[in-house]
Structures are given as C-alpha cells and as structure tokens.
C-alpha cells in the first residue's frame, strides 16, 4: 500500500469513529507516528500557535473530531475541538485531509514559493520531520520580511503575515499570532500564494481580523 493510501485509509476509518478506532487508525501509519514522536521529543509543537480544525472560510473540517483528539493525545497536547495546535494540524492534520490542503505538502507549489525543490516538503524523504521543515520555513520566511509584510493587532493580539518574493511564478505565505497581549506572534499558517494582489488588498482593507482559521 502507498503512503498515500495509507492517509486515506486512516482517515476513512477515524471518520465518525470513536477515539479508540481513531487512535487504532493512526497507529497503522508508522512513519506519520515516528514523526509526531520526534515532533513531540524536540518540542516542536511549543514553537507553533493555535488554530481550529473547521475551516474559517467554508465551514468543512479539517479532519474529523476523534482523529482531531487522537492527534493531539499522541502529541502530548491538551486541546478542544476543534481548537488545536497550529503546527499539528497544518502539518500531520492536512495530511490526513484531502485536496488541496494536503497538495500544499505533496505539490510543489509551496516549496517552489520559498525558492526550494519541489520535494522539499514531502513527508517521508529527506531530512528531518515534516514539521520540523516547516517549522524552519515559516520561521526563516517570517524573519525574513518577505517582498511584503504587515503587522496589526487582532483581538488585542500582535499578527504578522509576510509574502515571499516570487519564485519561479510562485508565492509563498507565513502567518504569526501572538498567544496573547505583549507576545510574540507564533506560527500559526504557511500556504502557497497563487494571487498576490488578491492577498495584498484583503490584508490592506482588513488586516485587524484573525484569519487562516487562526484562533
């Protein structure tokens, strides 16, 4: 069986299971476990903020409730739906959903956009967790500046989104919330960009709202 295969597997059985059944599926993935453990082991998820599993923007989850919880339970996270770790769910969470949430991983887009190799991001080659490249990325990215960045506040809170120069026709977007007033912004979104404009007028007319489901 395919690694992809064995995503969808386990996400066809954790849907509308109970967390046990969840727990069981997730453990069938090995290698998607070894990460998480490597993940949790060198405290990656600390580095990351919060988000929820419903998608701000259409209202679909994410990935469901009981693989939500048995995600964060192998990852030593405290969490309740469908708010959870950041770094989780845009990794290993995107992973088991389907389309393009998990294209931003298995494509070639997002990597091209930070003027990396297409594989860059593929979970299961290359060195180190999924995580911990993304975690990297979106550190290095939001340290950067980008071609274009912006900071507000949103909830009494500090944001930063930062666009990346072009590459190769292609974008790439981080974005950091601060867990509260007087914090540093953490990671909380890294997404490939197919319409700069687009972005940078919603963000220039809006920008005082959390968003990337952000929470």
Known sequence: MGRIEELDRAASAASGSTPDAAVEALALIDWLIAAIDADRSA???ARWGASAAIDDSSGEELVSRPLFEALHDRAGLEAAWPVGNAGLLQTYGSLLSAG???ERWLGGRLAGGLGLDDAHFLPWQGPGTLLARATQAA?????SGGEFSWYSLAAGRATRTVLSHEHGGSRALAYAVAPS???SPRPVALLPVAQAETIRSDLDEAAARLRWNAV
């Open 100 to 102: 393009e949430t998990r």
């Open 139 to 143: 550190t290095v990215l939001l340290a």
């Open 43 to 45: 405290g990656l998820f």
């Open 181 to 183: 007033p007087g914090m």
